[in-house]
C-alpha cells in the first residue's frame, strides 16, 4: 500500500523567511508524484508533477525537488498570499495517496 | 474554462435519509474520482471511473455507498440510509487520463448528518 508522510505538520514563517517542506514516500512503481496547494474551504489546487529522481519544478516562489524516496516544496522568500496546507501524493496506478499535509502560514 | 463543479455545495440531512452527490467534471476529461476529506487529513480515495465504466469501487466504505456515471461526464455518488458516520466533505476529481495524470478537484461537497 502506498504511504505518505508530510512534515512538519506546521510552520509559521516571517515574510521572506524561506523553508522547505518535506514528503517521504513508499509506493510500488511511481507514475507521479504530485503537489496541491489548498485553502480554507476549497479544493485542493494543481501546482505540480515530478515523475522521476532528479527532476524539478518551479512556480513563482515555490520549486519542487524529486529523489527516490522522498520530496521538498521550497518557498522562497514567502509572501503572506502563500499561507496554505499544501498537500503531497502519489501516483501509482490510478487513485491518488495524500499525506495530511504541512500548514503555512506567513506572517507579513 | 470552466472547472470541476459539485453541486450542492453543502447538504444537511437526517439521519437514514438517502443523499446524492452530484460531479461535474472538466470537459473532455475521461478519468473522475470521488473522495473523502477528513478535516486535516488529505482526501481519501473511494472510487473511480474511465468514462462510464467504474474502474475500482474499493474506497467505498460499505454498500450503502453507490456511485455511477451513465453517460461518462456527471456522476453521482449515492448514500443511502445516512448515519451520522458518513458526515464529512466529498470531493470530487477529473483527468484527461488516469495513471500519472493530474486530478483537478472541485470544491466538494460538505455532508451533514444530524
Known amino acids: 500500500e502506498d504511504q505518505v508522510t508530510q512534515s512538519p505538520e506546521a510552520l509559521r514563517l516571517q515574510e521572506g523567511e524561506s523553508s522547505s517542506l518535506n514528503c517521504s514516500y513508499t509506493?510500488?512503481?511511481?507514475?507521479?508524484l504530485f503537489w496541491y496547494r489548498q485553502d480554507p474551504g476549497k479544493g485542493p489546487e494543481f501546482l505540480f508533477t515530478?515523475?522521476?529522481a532528479g527532476e524539478e519544478k518551479e512556480k513563482e516562489r515555490l520549486k519542487a525537488t524529486l529523489t527516490k524516496k522522498e520530496s521538498f516544496l521550497h518557498i522562497t522568500a514567502p509572501k503572506p498570499e502563500d499561507s496554505a496546507t499544501y498537500l503531497c501524493?502519489?501516483?501509482?496506478?490510478?487513485?491518488?495517496?495524500f499525506g495530511a499535509g504541512t500548514t503555512v502560514t506567513v506572517r507579513a | 474554462g470552466a472547472g470541476v463543479s459539485q453541486s450542492p455545495r453543502y447538504k444537511v440531512t437526517k439521519r437514514g435519509q438517502d443523499v446524492a452527490l452530484r460531479c461535474d467534471p472538466i470537459?473532455?476529461?475521461?478519468?473522475l474520482y470521488w473522495y473523502r476529506q477528513a478535516l486535516g487529513q488529505g482526501p481519501e480515495f473511494l472510487t473511480y471511473?474511465?468514462?462510464?465504466?467504474?474502474?475500482?469501487k474499493s474506497g467505498l466504505p460499505n454498500d450503502r455507498f453507490s456511485a455511477e456515471r451513465p453517460e461518462g461526464s456527471i456522476s453521482t455518488l449515492t448514500i443511502q440510509r445516512t448515519e451520522q458516520r458518513d458526515s464529512a466533505m466529498y470531493r470530487c476529481?477529473?483527468?484527461?487520463?488516469?495513471?500519472?495524470?493530474?486530478?483537478?478537484f472541485g470544491p466538494g461537497t460538505r455532508l451533514t448528518v444530524t
Open positions: 476529481a477529473s483527468s484527461l487520463r488516469d495513471r500519472g495524470y493530474e486530478q483537478y
Open positions: 509506493v510500488s512503481g511511481l507514475r507521479g
Open positions: 515530478l515523475y522521476s
Open positions: 501524493a502519489v501516483n501509482s496506478d490510478y487513485k491518488l495517496s
Open positions: 470537459s473532455g476529461h475521461v478519468s
Open positions: 471511473f474511465n468514462y462510464e465504466a467504474q474502474q475500482d
